[in-house]
C-alpha cells in the first residue's frame, strides 16, 4: 500500500446517476490530484489541490467536480457522465515542493453505462 | 502536442534479457524524470528518477540513461525476471505556474513489458 486510498475500487453508473469518488491519504502530504487513465493515452492530470486550495483545473468538463474538505481528503462528484467518460481514475498526493515525489492510489475502475 | 514520447507500446523479453524503453521530450524546462511502475490493478507506482544534472542513475537491476543535449532518456532492466511484467511510464515534471510551487508530471503512453520465464 502506498498510503493513499481510493475507495470505491470499482464503479458502474448510469448517465443520469450521482456518485462520488473519495481518496485519503495518509501521509501527511499537502498537494493532492485527480487523474485519469485511459487506454492507449497518457495519465491525464485533471485537478490538483494544493493546502486545500485548487491549483489547477485542466479544462475538465463540469460534470466533474472536485472536493478538498482538509489536506488528507479529495472526493471527486460525478454527475451526468458519458460513456467515454469510462476510465480507470487515480488520486495521487505529494509532499516534496515541487511535486517531485507523487504517491498514486489504486485508482477507481469507471464504467458508465 | 504530447509532451513526453514513449516507445516502445509494448516489449516481450525473454527471462534474464535487458528491455529498454525510450523517451523523448522537447521542452527544455522539464527538470525531474521519474519512471512509474504499474501492475494490473495497481496504480503507478514511483520505481526511479534522475535529474538532468546526471548522465545515470541506477537502483538495483532499474538504471535510467539520460542524455540531455539529446532530450531523451531510457529505462533499462537488467537480468529481467517474470515479476518486472508490468507497464512502464516515463514522465517529465514542468515548472510550476499559475502561483503555485508544484510543477506538472507529463507523462508518457507507456510501454508493457512482459517478461518469458
Known amino acids: 500500500e502506498t498510503g493513499v486510498t481510493q475507495t470505491p475500487r470499482h464503479l458502474v453508473m448510469g448517465m443520469t446517476n450521482k456518485k462520488s469518488l473519495k481518496c485519503e491519504q495518509h501521509?501527511?502530504?499537502?498537494?493532492m490530484y485527480w487523474y485519469k487513465q485511459s487506454a492507449k493515452k497518457p495519465l491525464e492530470l485533471m485537478f490538483v489541490?494544493?493546502?486545500?486550495?485548487?491549483?489547477e483545473n485542466n479544462s475538465v468538463p463540469s460534470r466533474f467536480s472536485p472536493e478538498c474538505p482538509n489536506s488528507s481528503h479529495l472526493f471527486l462528484h460525478l454527475h451526468t457522465l458519458q460513456p467515454e467518460d469510462s476510465a480507470l481514475y487515480l488520486c495521487a498526493s505529494s509532499q516534496e515542493i515541487r511535486g517531485r515525489l507523487a504517491f498514486f492510489g489504486q485508482g477507481t475502475r469507471l464504467t458508465v453505462v | 502536442q504530447q509532451q513526453v514520447k514513449q516507445s516502445p507500446q509494448s516489449l516481450i523479453v525473454q527471462k534474464g534479457g535487458i528491455p529498454i524503453i525510450n523517451c523523448a521530450y522537447e521542452n527544455t524546462a522539464f527538470d525531474y524524470f521519474p519512471w512509474y511502475q504499474q501492475f494490473p490493478g495497481k496504480g503507478p507506482a514511483l520505481l526511479i528518477a534522475?535529474?538532468?544534472?546526471?548522465s545515470e542513475k541506477k537502483e538495483g537491476r532499474f538504471t535510467i540513461s539520460f542524455n540531455k543535449s539529446a532530450k531523451q532518456f531510457s529505462l533499462h532492466i537488467m537480468d529481467s525476471q517474470p515479476g518486472d511484467s508490468a507497464t512502464y511510464f516515463c514522465?517529465?515534471?514542468?515548472?510550476?505556474?499559475?502561483?503555485?510551487?508544484?510543477?506538472?508530471?507529463?507523462f508518457g503512453r507507456g510501454t508493457q513489458l512482459t517478461v518469458w520465464p
Open positions: 489541490y494544493n493546502f486545500k486550495e485548487q491549483t
Open positions: 534522475i535529474r538532468p544534472d546526471v
Open positions: 514522465a517529465a515534471l514542468g515548472p510550476p505556474g499559475g502561483g503555485s510551487t508544484l510543477g506538472r508530471l507529463y
Open positions: 501521509l501527511g502530504h499537502n498537494a
